[in-house]
């Protein structure tokens, strides 16, 4: 009589790890002993973020805009962040997750901000192009009173 005892000493190539069965392969890579490299290996998606600089025309700047702490500058931001994001929706920009104001200054009220992305390298170019044609065909509104 035979007898045949698995190999248990396997060598997992490529990170890999032998279970007791079989190589357990990292993501990219394939075969009995993770020796193969799949074709495509695609990066993980970044956080990245666009600085904008937007104008409210038809509100007046208050020192109290520049103070973060202030219950008129909690307010504005809420309000800003609502109306934005209706600008930036995840139709017209899958990646957006988000926005953050850098700075509110006077001149009616200028807003710099960063709009916070969840994108791959590659399509951020074309991203910030399309933000920019959104923006610059974009007119709000509003007359919420938050």
Same mark, same amino acid.
């Given at each position: 009589?035979?007898?045949?005892?698995?190999?248990?000493?396997?060598?997992?190539?490529?990170?890999?790890?032998?279970?007791?069965?079989?190589?357990?392969?990292?993501?990219?890579?394939?075969?009995?002993?993770?020796?193969?490299?799949?074709?495509?290996?695609?990066?993980?998606?970044?956080?990245?973020?666009?600085?904008?600089?937007?104008?409210?025309?038809?509100?007046?700047?208050?020192?109290?805009?520049?103070?973060?702490?202030?219950?008129?500058?909690?307010?504005?931001?809420?309000?800003?962040? !609502?109306? *934005?994001? #209706?600008?930036? /929706?995840?139709?017209?920009?899958?990646?957006?997750?988000?926005? %953050? $104001?850098?700075? =509110?200054?006077?001149?009616?009220?200028?807003? !710099?901000? *960063?709009? #916070?992305?969840? /994108?791959?390298?590659?399509?951020?170019?074309?991203?910030?192009? %399309? $933000?920019?044609? =959104?923006?610059?065909?974009?007119?709000?509104?509003?007359?919420?009173?938050?």
């Amino acid at each position: 009589m035979v007898l045949f005892y698995p190999e248990i000493d396997a060598q997992c190539n490529n990170n890999g790890y032998y279970d007791g069965i079989k190589c357990i392969c990292g993501e990219n890579f394939y075969g009995s002993r993770c020796e193969f490299i799949v074709n495509e290996i695609r990066p993980d998606k970044l956080r990245t973020a666009v600085n904008i600089t937007v104008k409210v025309w038809n509100e007046k700047f208050s020192q109290d805009l520049g103070k973060k702490s202030s219950e008129t500058y909690v307010k504005f931001e809420r309000r800003f962040k !609502q109306q *934005m994001a #209706l600008v930036y /929706t995840k139709e017209k920009i899958p990646s957006f997750e988000g926005l %953050e $104001i850098i700075s =509110i200054s006077n001149g009616s009220i200028v807003i !710099q901000h *960063m709009v #916070l992305l969840d /994108t791959y390298a590659e399509e951020y170019d074309s991203i910030v192009n %399309e $933000i920019a044609t =959104i923006l610059k065909n974009t007119n709000c509104t509003s007359y919420i009173n938050a």
